[in-house]
Nanobody, 116 residues
Framework: VQLTESGGGLVQTGDSLRLSCAAS????????LGWFRQAQGKEREFVGS????????RFADSVKGRFKIRRDDGKETVYLQMNSLTPEDTAVYYC??????????WGQGTQVTVSS
């Protein structure tokens, strides 16, 4: 499967953005999906995930209460709604499909930049 992220951009503190991750060429339904981010000079970190049915979500403490995840299996797309953005959210955001206990099939990422 190939995952393609989109929706990134330059926003101001307090703004919102919705990222999309669309799947093609493989199976989307039935897999858990995750969002990660990597700021310049830092390691990639977990942002949030949604299970195969959409009934369970997990978030990093740093984004809990501000970010939401939703999946649309009909469109084979998972969304990351980001609210109340701060400069600390600036990073390249990636999505990945969880296979067993490992995230694989990473997308190419989309840049999110939050100005102060």
């Amino acid at each position: 499967v190939q995952l393609t992220e989109s929706g990134g951009g330059l926003v101001q503190t307090g703004d919102s953005l919705r990222l999309s991750c669309a799947a093609s060429g493989g199976t989307f339904n039935g897999y858990a999906l995750g969002w990660f981010r990597q700021a310049q000079g830092k390691e990639r970190e977990f942002v949030g995930s949604i299970n195969w049915s959409g009934s369970e979500r997990r978030f990093a403490d740093s984004v809990k209460g501000r970010f939401k995840i939703r999946r649309d299996d009909g469109k084979e797309t998972v969304y990351l709604q980001m609210n109340s953005l701060t400069p600390e959210d600036t990073a390249v955001y990636y999505c990945a499909r969880k296979e067993g206990d490992v995230y694989k099939s990473w997308g190419q990422g989309t840049q999110v930049t939050v100005s102060s």
